[in-house]
């Protein structure tokens, strides 16, 4: 079944409107978020722009360090964690030190993530995309549920794609165990776990007042295609050969700050006070998608079905579980 709630609104916000921006006249002051890769790309304009308007901002990272550097002339109440979503024991520390340090979570962004990497494994045996982009980001979004329901009101993020209608969930082989790694049906299988982990989320916390939201941000270029040899940005269409960007996607692709304003619409959005469990594109809930939608459009059902949701929830907490 999918939420009746999943069509446009609409709420009339221009696509590339910069996330500060769709903030005008919000004040967070008394908020605490946490933003996953929060230091860079989308991630550090999404707390750029959350800091601005006076939520405090945590941003765990793998390189606390370099985070730090990044974030460093950014204005606002920032704090740097160490963690490592690949990880789970740097996870579960830092889920420690959240409930040891917070009485409340009001925002968790899930934004960190990789793409179209090599073959590779998680320090719990995962895919790394799959490990990293979902079953870390869920570890993490449990960790920190306490803090999450004792804000009374709070909201969870979880940065999807475009992505997903590559591939639906590889029910029986989740780790390409059995068959050849293919990177970008990987990719395409993380991003439709996280549209169903906030799906699942949802239907879970919503009588807490916990509601959970998917994003696809938009075409962007930041350091997630750092896998991508140039050539594949060619033959994606992203790149000419020469390396410049075709008119088409100048038009199409957004800046970062741009890229950031549907984590932040969902995050904050007063249009979405009674709405949970969604799929959200272009600062608005998307439509689902036909059979004959061109891929870069809404959402495709099976990563936004209730009863696959559940699945999806039942497997990750066995693998969870045996971490």
Known sequence: MINPDQHRIPTGIEPHTPALDLLEGVDLS???????????????????????????????????????EALASVPGEIQIA???????????????EMRDSLSALHILINNAGVMACPPGQTKSGWETQFGTNHLGHMALTLE????????????????????????????????????????????GQSKTANALFAVGLDQREKAN?????????????????????????????????????????????????????????AATSTALNHIGGVYCEDCDVADVAEPDTPRYHKVRPYAVDTEAADRLWSLSMELLGDA
């Open 30 to 68: 008394g908020k605490t978020a946490v933003v996953t890769g929060g230091h860079s790309g989308i991630g550090l304009e999404t707390t750029r722009a959350l800091a601005a308007k006076g939520a405090r901002i945590i941003v765990p990272a793998r390189n606390a360090k370099s985070a730090g």
């Open 82 to 96: 160490s963690m490592d979503l690949s990880d789970l024991s740097t996870v579960k520390s830092f889920g420690n």
């Open 144 to 187: 920190l549920l306490p803090l999450l329901r004792s804000a009374l009101s709070s909201r969870v993020v979880c940065l999807s794609s475009t992505g997903h209608a590559v591939s639906d969930i590889h029910w029986e082989d989740p780790n390409f165990r059995d068959h050849d790694y293919d990177k970008w049906q990987a990719y």
């Open 209 to 265: 007042d916990l509601r959970a939201y998917a994003v696809h941000p938009g075409g962007i270029f930041t350091n997630l295609q750092r896998h991508l040899p140039e050539e594949e940005m060619v033959i994606l269409g992203w790149k000419n050969e020469d390396g410049t960007i075709p008119p088409r996607v100048q038009k199409s692709f957004k800046t970062p700050a741009a890229g950031a304003s549907t984590s932040v619409f």
